[in-house]
């Protein structure tokens, strides 16, 4: 299973930025998915994940509000809008796939990851 990020770039505060998760493999559908960001000399953490179905999503705190996680099963695809950008949301995000449709927080979970997408905030 490959998945490729994309969409990063940079943008001012307040600014509002899409990444996308292109999945290679055709059951894509039964997978969990979720997002994570590792910021410059910290730890990756959790953004945000959405079931198979795409019925059920979860939100770190600290994006709650103004990151909304989606997916399209027929583009094999998982996206995450980001909207009012801060500066502390400057990270590299990756996607990760669960194939067993979990629903978790823990990075342990997920058994498949892209190479993640550069997000710079600038203030």
């Known amino acids: 299973v490959q998945l490729q990020a994309s969409g990063g770039g940079l943008v001012q505060a307040g600014g509002s930025l899409r990444l996308s998760c292109a999945a290679s493999v055709r059951i894509f559908s039964s997978y969990s998915m979720g997002w994570f960001r590792q910021a410059p000399g910290k730890e990756r953490e959790f953004v945000a994940h959405?079931?198979?179905?795409?019925?059920?999503?979860y939100y770190a705190d600290s994006v709650k509000g103004r990151f909304t996680i989606s997916r399209d099963n027929a583009k094999n695809t998982v996206y995450l809008q980001m909207n009012s950008l801060k500066p502390e949301d400057t990270a590299v995000y990756s996607c990760?796939?669960?194939?067993?449709?979990?629903?978790?927080?823990?990075?342990?979970?997920?058994?498949?990851w892209g190479q993640g997408t550069l997000v710079t905030v600038s203030s």
């Open positions: 959405i079931t198979w179905s795409g019925s059920t999503t």
């Open positions: 990760a796939a669960d194939p067993y449709g979990r629903l978790s927080r823990s990075t342990n979970m997920y058994n498949y």
